[in-house]
C-alpha cells in the first residue's frame, strides 16, 4: 500500500523555522516527483512546491521562494520541506503529495499523505 | 501566468448528473494536462482524474474527465449522483514553473 506520513508541524512563532518531513512507502520513491500542498483554514488548495525525482528540478510558489526549501533523500525514501521566516499567512495543513511522473510538472499527483498542520501565531 | 476558474458552489439531487468546469484564463487547455481532486469534508484530498480523463483506479467510472478546445476549459462529470459524493472538487494544471489550482466547487447532492 503506497503511503505517505508527514510529521513536524506545530505551533511556531512568526519569523521561526519548521522543518516538516513526510515518510513514503510502497512504492519506488525515486522514481516519481514529490510536491507539498497546503490548505489555509477554509480556504482551498495552494501548492508550495516540488522536486523531481532526482532533485533537478525545484519549484516554489512565488509566496516562499527565498524562505522554504524543499529537499528528499531517496535513500531514506523521505521528503522534507524547510520553512523559514514563517508568517501568520503560513498557518495551513500541509500535505506530502506523490507526483504521477518523474518531472515536477506534468502527470498531476496521485496519492496524499493526511497532512501535517503548521500554525504560526504570537 | 493563467488562473482556473470553478464555480463556487453547485447542487444536484441524488441519480442525477453533474458538470463541474474549469475555466483556463490564457493558454491552451489543451497545453498541459489537467487532473481533478476530491476532499470530503474533513478529510485529505484524493485524485480522482489524471492527465484530462484518465481515472485513477478503484475511482467509480460514474466520475469522468474532459477537455474542450473550444470552450479551453475542463470538466467533471458526476454521474448517478450519491450522497456521499458531497464534496469539494479542486481542478489543477500546470504553468511554467508552477502547479496551478482552481479554487473549488463545493458539490452539495440533496
Known amino acids: 500500500e503506497v503511503q505517505l506520513v508527514e510529521s513536524g508541524g506545530g505551533l511556531v512563532q512568526p519569523g521561526r523555522s519548521l522543518r516538516l518531513s513526510c515518510a513514503a512507502s510502497g512504492f519506488s520513491f525515486d522514481g516519481y516527483a514529490m510536491h507539498w500542498v497546503r490548505q489555509a483554514p477554509g480556504k482551498g488548495l495552494e501548492w508550495v512546491s516540488g522536486?523531481?525525482?532526482?532533485?533537478?528540478?525545484?519549484g516554489y510558489v512565488d509566496s516562499v521562494k527565498g524562505r522554504f526549501t524543499i529537499s528528499r533523500d531517496n535513500a531514506k525514501k523521505s521528503l522534507y520541506l524547510l520553512m523559514n521566516s514563517l508568517r501568520a499567512d503560513d498557518t495551513a495543513d500541509y500535505y506530502c503529495?506523490?507526483?504521477?511522473?518523474?518531472?515536477?510538472?506534468?502527470?498531476?499527483?496521485?496519492?496524499w499523505g493526511q497532512g501535517t498542520t503548521v500554525t504560526v501565531s504570537s | 501566468n493563467f488562473m482556473l476558474t470553478q464555480p463556487h458552489s453547485v447542487s444536484e439531487s441524488p441519480g442525477k448528473t453533474v458538470t463541474i468546469s474549469c475555466s483556463r484564463s490564457?493558454?491552451?487547455?489543451?497545453?498541459?494536462?489537467v487532473q481533478w481532486y476530491q476532499q470530503r469534508p474533513g478529510s485529505s484530498p484524493t485524485t480522482l482524474i489524471l492527465a484530462d480523463n484518465e481515472r485513477l483506479s478503484g475511482v467509480p467510472d460514474r466520475f469522468s474527465g474532459s477537455i474542450d478546445r473550444s470552450s479551453n476549459s475542463a470538466s467533471l462529470t458526476i454521474s448517478g449522483l450519491k450522497t456521499e459524493d458531497e464534496a469539494d472538487y479542486y481542478c489543477q494544471s500546470y504553468d511554467t514553473g508552477k502547479v496551478v489550482f482552481g479554487g473549488g466547487t463545493k458539490l452539495t447532492v440533496l
Open positions: 503529495v506523490k507526483g504521477g511522473s518523474p518531472a515536477v510538472y506534468y502527470y498531476g499527483m496521485d496519492v
Open positions: 490564457s493558454g491552451s487547455v489543451a497545453s498541459t494536462y
Open positions: 522536486i523531481s525525482w532526482n532533485s533537478g528540478d525545484i
